[in-house]
C-alpha cells in the first residue's frame, strides 16, 4: 500500500470515528456562554456608566462654560470701568451688559459685596447706561478704560457715585453673560456656608482590581461548608458532596464628593457613592449543575481627610485617610440551575464598613478643573454582609481615578 | 443531522439561530458535530481529559465567531480549522512543537498491507494515534487528515518543510509497525 492509500484510509477511518462525549458537557458550555454574555453586559454597563459620568463632566464645563474671571481680567479690551451716577441709571445698556463687578475684578483683601447699595440689578430693565463701542468709551463722559490696572475697592457705592463695571460681550449674547454672574453668585453664597474657604467637588470612578476566586475542595464540602453565594431558597437543594467554585468580578464604583480646604495644608471631603459588587457560584454534581451570579448594590457615605505635600499651579500630592459606611440596596441572583433560569432578590441588612489609607495627586488642567488619582489601600470589615469580594478579601488596592472642580 | 437538529429546516438556518444566541439551535449543532470534534481533539493532543477541555474551549470560540463564518466552504471545516488552531495553541502552551532539531528527510515508501488496516476498529486506531509521540502526531495529523500541506504545517508549527517532512515520515512507520505488532497479537 503506498502513503497516499494508508493516509486515506486513515482518514476514511477518523472520519466517520465518533467519541462519546463527557457527561455535562452541554451544561458546561452554556454556563461559559452566559457567563461570558454578563460579562459582556457588565462591561458594557460600565462603559454606559463612565461615558454618563464623563457626559456629566462636559455638560458642567458646557454650563459653566468660558475663561475663568482671572482670564477676563488680564484682556483690557473687554473691561471698562465706569463711574456712573446713579439717577442716570434706567433701562437697559445697549451692547453691552451689567454685571456685579465681581467677574472682571480681582478680588482685594477685605472686599465684600454690596449689591442692595449700588442699586443697580444686572439686567434690570430700569437700568439706563449710555455706552458706545469700545473705540468711543474712552472719550465718553465719567467713563473710563482700565488697562491691567488693579481695580480697588471700585464696587464701594457712595451716595453720589456707583462704579459699575460693563463687560463687553460681542458675541456671546445677553443671557449667556447673565448665567455666569449667576453661576458666580451662587458660588459666592455656597462658599459663604463655609466661612470663604475653598471647595472643590469631584466626579470619581473607582477600580479594584482583585479577582479572587476561591475553589472549595471536597474536604471542606463534607465538613459542612455552604456557601453563602447560594440564595437560602436554593441552599437545601445543594448537595453536600458536590464541588463548588466562587469567583468574584472587579468591584466598580462611582461617586460624587466635595472637599472643603481647612488651611494650605489640610482638607476634608465627604460624597455619595455606588458601588456594585458581582460574584459568581458554581456548583457541580454528578447529576446536577447550579450556576448562581450575584449582584450587590451598595450606596456608601465616605469620609476623607487629605493632607498636602506638594502644590503648585500645575500638580498637587498629597496623602490621604478616610472611612466609608455603606448600605446594601439590593442583592439581585440569576440562576441557572440544570440549564433552566430564574432571577431573585433580596435586601441586605446591615452597613458595610471599611477604612482606607493612601496617597494621590492631581494634576491641574484649568484653574478650575483637575484630573486626580487616588491609589488606596482599603481594609473592609466583617459585618453582617453576604459573601462578596469585600468578605473574602478584607484588604484591597483601590485605583480612583477622576475629575475635580474647584469653586 | 440527529433527533435535536430536525426542529431546524436546514443547516442554514440552524446557523442563523446559532448567530441569534438560541440555545436550542447551539445544543443541536454541538450535538452533531461535537463527537467527531472531540474525535479531532483527542487525535492532536492524545489524553482524553485534555481533549475534553479543548473541545468546550473550541465550541465557546465556534459560538462566539459563528457571525464570521461566510457561507463559503463547508460550515465543518471552517469548525475543524478552528479546532486544530485550538489543539495547536494548547499544544504550544506545552511546549511540545518545539523541533530544534533538523531532520534529514527520508521519505519512504508505507510498508503496511491493506488487511492490516482492515483488521483494526476506528476505535483502536484512534487510540493508536493518541498514544504517537506529539511530534510525529501533530505533523500526521495535519497532512494524512487535515490535508494540510508542508509548507502550510512548516509555517504553522514554525519549522522547515524538511523537519515537517521528515516527523511525517517518521509517524507513519511508527504507526505501521504498530498497526502489525497489533494485528500480530491479535493472531495470536
Avoid at chain 2, 21 to 38: G, H, I
Amino acid at each position: 500500500m503506498q502513503n497516499k492509500e494508508f493516509d486515506k484510509r486513515i482518514r476514511e477511518m477518523m472520519e466517520n470515528h465518533q467519541e462519546p462525549l463527557p457527561y455535562g458537557s452541554w451544561d458546561k458550555i452554556v454556563s461559559t456562554l452566559e457567563h461570558r454574555r454578563a460579562g459582556k453586559i457588565y462591561m458594557r454597563r460600565s462603559l454606559y456608566a463612565v461615558a454618563s459620568v464623563a457626559a456629566t463632566l462636559l455638560l458642567f464645563l458646557f454650563i459653566k462654560g468660558g475663561p475663568s474671571s482671572d482670564v477676563i481680567q488680564d484682556n483690557p479690551e473687554y473691561t471698562i470701568t465706569a463711574d456712573l451716577v446713579k439717577p442716570k441709571i434706567q433701562g437697559e445698556v445697549p451692547g453691552g451688559k451689567i454685571s456685579p463687578v465681581n467677574l472682571p475684578v480681582k478680588r482685594q483683601k477685605g472686599y465684600t459685596e454690596q449689591p442692595e447699595k449700588s442699586g443697580i440689578v444686572p439686567g434690570e430693565a430700569s437700568s439706563k447706561i449710555e455706552t458706545k463701542p469700545l473705540a468711543e468709551k474712552a472719550d465718553a463722559e465719567h467713563i473710563t478704560v482700565t488697562e491691567k490696572t488693579p481695580v480697588e475697592e471700585k464696587t464701594t457705592a457712595t451716595d453720589k457715585t456707583d462704579k459699575v463695571t460693563v463687560v463687553k460681550e460681542p458675541s456671546t449674547g445677553k443671557s449667556r453673560g447673565r448665567l455666569l454672574g449667576s453661576m458666580e453668585e451662587r458660588v459666592d453664597r455656597f462658599r459663604g456656608l463655609f466661612n470663604g474657604k475653598k471647595i472643590s467637588y469631584g466626579l470619581s470612578t473607582n477600580y479594584t482590581p482583585s479577582v479572587y476566586s476561591k475553589s472549595i475542595n471536597l474536604l471542606s464540602v463534607s465538613l459542612g461548608y455552604q456557601n453563602d453565594l447560594v440564595p437560602a431558597s436554593i441552599r437545601e437543594y445543594v448537595q453536600s458532596q458536590s464541588v463548588t467554585d466562587s469567583k468574584y468580578s472587579m468591584p466598580l464604583t462611582f461617586g460624587l464628593q466635595g472637599q472643603v480646604e481647612i488651611n494650605d495644608k489640610i482638607s476634608i471631603g465627604s460624597g455619595l457613592n455606588y458601588s456594585l459588587l458581582v460574584s459568581n457560584y458554581q456548583d457541580f454534581t454528578p447529576t446536577s449543575r447550579l450556576d448562581v451570579q450575584q449582584s450587590l448594590h451598595y450606596l456608601g457615605i465616605p469620609a476623607n481627610i487629605y493632607f498636602n505635600l506638594l502644590r503648585n499651579d500645575r500638580l498637587k500630592l498629597y496623602v490621604m485617610s478616610g472611612l466609608a459606611l455603606e448600605k446594601g440596596l439590593s442583592a439581585n441572583y440569576r440562576i441557572v440551575e440544570n440549564g433552566v433560569k430564574r432571577n431573585e432578590s433580596g435586601k441586605i441588612e446591615g452597613v458595610q464598613f471599611s477604612m482606607s489609607a493612601g496617597i494621590g495627586a492631581e494634576l491641574k488642567l484649568s484653574h478650575d478643573l483637575g484630573l486626580y488619582f487616588d491609589p488606596t489601600l482599603a481594609y473592609f470589615f466583617k459585618g453582617k454582609q453576604p459573601e462578596s469580594i469585600r468578605t473574602a478579601q478584607p484588604l484591597q488596592y483601590k485605583f480612583e481615578i477622576g475629575m475635580r472642580f474647584n469653586l | 443531522m440527529n433527533t435535536t437538529s430536525r426542529e431546524f429546516f436546514n443547516e442554514a438556518e440552524l446557523l442563523e439561530s446559532c448567530v441569534k444566541q438560541d440555545r436550542r439551535a447551539q445544543k443541536a449543532l454541538y450535538e452533531f458535530y461535537a463527537p467527531r470534534m472531540l474525535t479531532l481533539c483527542i487525535r492532536y493532543i492524545g489524553d482524553r481529559e485534555r481533549a475534553w477541555d479543548l473541545l468546550h474551549d473550541g465550541f465557546i470560540t465556534v459560538f462566539e465567531k459563528i457571525g464570521s463564518y461566510s457561507g463559503t466552504g463547508s460550515f465543518e471545516g471552517w469548525m475543524r480549522k478552528i479546532f486544530v488552531n485550538t489543539a495547536l495553541m494548547a499544544l504550544r502552551k506545552g511546549d511540545v512543537l518545539r523541533y530544534s532539531e533538523e531532520l534529514v528527510s527520508v521519505e519512504r515508501e508505507a510498508s503496511v498491507e491493506q488487511s492490516v488496516l482492515e483488521s483494526i476498529n476506528s476505535k483502536e486506531l484512534l487510540r493508536l494515534i493518541a498514544t504517537m509521540p506529539s511530534g510525529f502526531r501533530t505533523v500526521f495529523n495535519m497532512y494524512a487528515l487535515e490535508g494540510y500541506s508542508h509548507q502550510e504545517i512548516a509555517e504553522q508549527l514554525k519549522i522547515s518543510e524538511g523537519s515537517s517532512r521528515s516527523q511525517l515520515s517518521r509517524a507513519r512507520v511508527w504507526l505501521q509497525e504498530r498497526l502489525k505488532k497489533q494485528m500480530q497479537e491479535g493472531k495470536r
